[in-house]
């Protein structure tokens, strides 16, 4: 039995973050009392700044100290996710407008969705997409016009990089606003058979086509649980959004109700802050908040792109987060949701049997959650994250009389009020207590031998299938393994090796293709594993993926010494994962040499070549930023 808890977790955290943090915090104070705000620029500065503003934000900018928020949107129409934030800056600006403050749209962010680029160079550019939204919306932010900030984003690498971005400014309150998921399309069991079957080419392009557009069909994220849905319950449970705003459609009654009462909430937040009753994100997202997040990623089974995404916000914020912690937290962390890829439910199904409010409220009562945290609410305590949200009987607040005549708020503002919410599950199938969990543990797990230390997502792989021990086979891309495939070169037991797919070598892509291959080949009856020192996705399901892994080929990492037939162990039980070499045959092999260079023009990629020679490794973040202090550099550099 485990000695281990959620304290002693945290606080080996807060020891080891001591230096870091407090020097983030040094910086952030330094700026709080700086005043980096709009009444410190010049008479020709905030001329410049509020130049576009009709004669009434112009009034307020200039002769008053009323709030302004600016806002940071990943807007863009060819997304689904990001197709439905074209309306909300609008909503923002009448409801800040009502209220007597006012808003501006900051700057945009990039946004590029993996499900497009997946299995294309473009895909390259995913992981380091969100090291330039950070540095977007500190661009954004960097005008000192703004006294709090509202970042709007859903998908995979957004919200980690605004969060990221907004932490450098972590003395301004923020929240973040959620567009929602689109309704339930195809079952989520459908559609991996039909891809399934394509990869064994037994239905035609067209067949998969028309199962695609009918699973990803209308505005909103996908509904599957993978990155960008995670993200979602990331930052509802570290109290970064509002309770029970994660998973509501972008046509729900409620979502409309939800971004307003958001932006009425950040400008009670602001007015606390100027108060000295702090509330900004240097005080939100803190190491008890980071541990918050990483239970409720384990006890969802969420994807195994937050081993990285995690790490590297927590740095942003002066907090040393480990995987060796993610793993400690998930021994005792149960498995609570069956949510595809780890069951056959999509997060509409989990929203509807509690979703959010019961997760949290479970983990809480078991002791399974720091309590003692500050949120957007403008309290502490995550009691206000157990309750849902609801239209109040009178459906309109009074709106605060605009004697300008300029901009009226065109729709009242629906009133919301939040109710506890029940204590049952509505379906056993896909959420459970923690007295009756799937798993007792959160299925995330770090492997370690000779060959380096990667991730294995667990909790959608049978037990059968979480040993493997067979004869490696050596490929150097995906697109390499599935031409073997085709060939029918892979009828055996094997462990695929994909090397050279690490953030140095090629900006660590997805490898997501490789799924229909693997659960074919298992489910016919083989014994099959996935190593690689790239990303497999977070869709991350049934075949045994140890992912992430480091040191990476291209760095000189023992995974490139590597040949074929050369027996690999893959053991999720004793967290092994090891090639039966001694140290001495690894060492004279030497790192097989890199036979493509491709991967570094064409599609863009030409212009991160900077991020590839200064990216540190996946279990540091894969991130490109130094931070300010010592501690920091050091980690970076070891």
Same mark, same amino acid.
């Given at each position: ?47 410049? @700044?509020? &130049?576009? /503003? ?60 993996? @499900? ?38 859903? /998908? ?8 990221? @971005?907004?932490? #450098? ?17 195809? #079952? ?25 557009? &009918? #699973? ?9 649980? !993978? ?52 509330? =900004? ?55 609570? /949701? ?44 995550? #009691? ?68 380096? $230390? ?23 891309? $995906? ?16 462990? &695929? ?24 080949? $298992?489910?016919? @009856? ?18 045994? &993926? ?19 037939? =050369? ?19 690894? $060492? ?17 990629? +030409? ?13 540091? !973040? ?6 300010? =202090?010592?501690?920091?550099? +050091?980690?970076?550099?070891?």
């Amino acid at each position: 039995m485990t000695d281990l808890n959620i304290e002693k977790i945290t606080q080996r955290i807060v020891d080891r973050s001591k230096k870091s943090r407090s020097a983030y915090l040094q910086k952030i104070e330094q700026q709080r009392q700086s005043r980096s705000y709009r009444r410190n620029l010049s008479c020709g500065n905030l001329a410049h @700044g509020f &130049a576009a /503003c009709d004669s009434s934000d112009k009034d307020k900018l200039a002769n008053s100290n009323a709030p302004n928020i600016g806002i940071v949107s990943a807007y863009n129409d060819m997304l689904s996710a990001h197709q439905p934030y074209q309306s909300y800056p609008e909503i923002i600006k009448q409801i800040a407008n009502s209220n007597g403050a006012s808003a501006q749209f900051a700057g945009g962010v990039p946004a590029m969705c993996d @499900g497009v680029t997946q299995g294309l160079p473009g895909m390259e550019l995913s992981l380091f997409s969100r090291d330039n939204i950070a540095m977007s919306t500190a661009i954004a932010l960097s005008h000192q016009m703004f006294d709090g900030a509202i970042y709007l984003g859903i /998908c995979d690498k957004i919200v980690p990089g605004l969060l990221i @971005g907004a932490l #450098s400014f972590g003395f301004l309150p923020g929240i973040f606003i959620p567009a929602g998921p689109m309704k339930s399309g195809i #079952s989520n069991k459908e559609k991996a058979k039909v891809r399934q079957q394509f990869a064994n080419g037994e239905v035609d392009e067209q067949t998969l086509l028309e199962t695609e557009s &009918a #699973s990803y069909h209308s505005p909103g994220t996908c509904t599957f649980y !993978g990155t960008a849905n995670s993200n979602q319950m990331l930052m509802e449970i570290m109290g970064l959004q509002l309770p029970g705003s994660s998973f509501e459609n972008p046509e729900s009654e409620l979502r409309t109700p939800l971004t307003q009462h958001a932006v009425l909430q950040l400008l009670n937040n602001i007015e606390q802050t100027r108060n000295n009753s702090i509330f =900004d994100l240097s005080e939100i997202v803190t190491e008890k908040s980071i541990v918050n997040g990483t239970v409720g990623l384990l006890a969802t089974g969420g994807s195994t792109n937050h081993t990285i995404h995690l790490i590297a916000i927590a740095r942003a914020a002066g907090i040393q987060l480990t995987w060796e912690d993610m793993s400690d937290l998930s021994k005792i962390v149960p498995l609570l /949701c069956r949510v595809y890829p780890n069951g056959q439910a999509d997060v509409n199904h989990f929203h509807q049997a509690g979703g959010m409010p019961y997760l949290i409220s479970e983990l809480l009562d078991a002791g399974l959650l720091n309590d003692d945290v500050k949120t957007i609410m403008g309290e502490t305590g995550l #009691s206000a994250y157990c309750k849902n949200p609801q239209l109040a009987t009178s459906s309109v607040i009074a709106q605060t009389a605009d004697t300008s005549g300029a901009n009226p708020a065109t729709k009242p503002t629906e009133k919301l009020q939040w109710k506890t919410a029940s204590r049952l599950s509505k379906n056993f199938d896909i959420l459970r207590s923690v007295n009756a969990p799937f798993l007792p543990n959160g299925g995330l797990t770090l492997l370690e031998g000779n060959i380096g $230390q990667s991730v294995i997502k667990t909790s959608a792989i049978e037990e059968k299938h979480q040993f493997v021990q067979a004869p490696a086979k050596v490929f150097e891309s $995906q697109e390499a393994m599935i031409e073997a495939f085709n060939a029918g070169e892979l009828e055996q037991d094997f462990v &695929a090796v994909i090397i050279f797919q690490g953030p140095k070598a090629n900006g660590m892509p997805e490898l997501h293709k490789l799924t229909p291959i693997l659960g074919s080949l $298992q489910d016919r @009856g083989f014994k099959v594993a996935l190593v690689t020192d790239g990303r497999m996705s977070g869709a991350s399901g049934k075949v045994p &993926a140890a992912i992430h892994l480091t040191p990476e080929a291209v760095d000189g990492g023992p995974i490139g010494q590597i040949r074929d037939d =050369d027996q690999i162990t893959l053991d999720c039980q004793s967290q092994k994962l090891s090639v039966a070499l001694t140290d001495v045959e690894l $060492q004279s092999r030497g790192a097989v040499k890199k036979s493509h260079t491709n991967d570094q023009y064409g599609i863009g990629r +030409e212009l991160f070549d900077v991020f590839r020679k200064n990216v540190n490794s996946a279990d540091k !973040g894969a991130c490109v930023f130094n931070y300010h =202090d010592e501690q920091n550099r +050091e980690n970076l550099n070891e």
